[in-house]
């Protein structure tokens, strides 16, 4: 039987920002939810667009994994989403903030010019 992939996995950068809010909100026993939207975005990441949250408890119908020490969850169909991707934090002067990178995404289909 083949082993599932993780939900998610982080980059050491975003690991330790979600460590820093979860202290700075005095929440280090809550979750961490993704949650996966249709419509926006460009076709690249398959116009999803992600929303994270920290959440006292799951819900009867969410999937929750523990993912290198943080406890993570997301609705059944969102995790099927996100199954394999990879969170990362970005600083740069054009953009700060959490990037999905979603591998279950096809780009060929891409007509901004990124890929």
């Known amino acids: 039987m ?3 992939q993780p939900l998610v ?5 975003a690991r330790e920002k ?10 280090t026993d809550s979750y961490l ?3 996966v939207y249709q419509g926006g975005g460009c076709a ?18 969410d999937v929750v ?11 059944k169909a969102d995790a099927e989403v ?3 991707s990879k969170i990362d934090f970005v600083e740069s002067l054009q953009r700060t903030g959490f990037k999905i990178d979603n591998p279950n995404v096809r ?4 007509g901004c010019g990124a890929h």
Do not use: H, N, W
């Open 2 to 4: 083949q082993e599932l």
């Open 9 to 13: 996995v982080f980059t050491p950068e």
């Open 18 to 27: 979600i460590g820093q809010v979860l202290e700075q909100e005095k929440a």
């Open 33 to 35: 939810k993704i949650e």
């Open 44 to 61: 690249c990441s398959g116009g999803y667009r992600y929303a994270l949250s920290l959440e006292k408890l799951p819900g009867e119908a």
């Open 65 to 75: 994994e523990e993912v290198g020490g943080l406890r993570v969850m997301a609705a």
């Open 82 to 84: 996100l199954r394999g």
């Open 107 to 110: 780009s060929d289909s891409c």
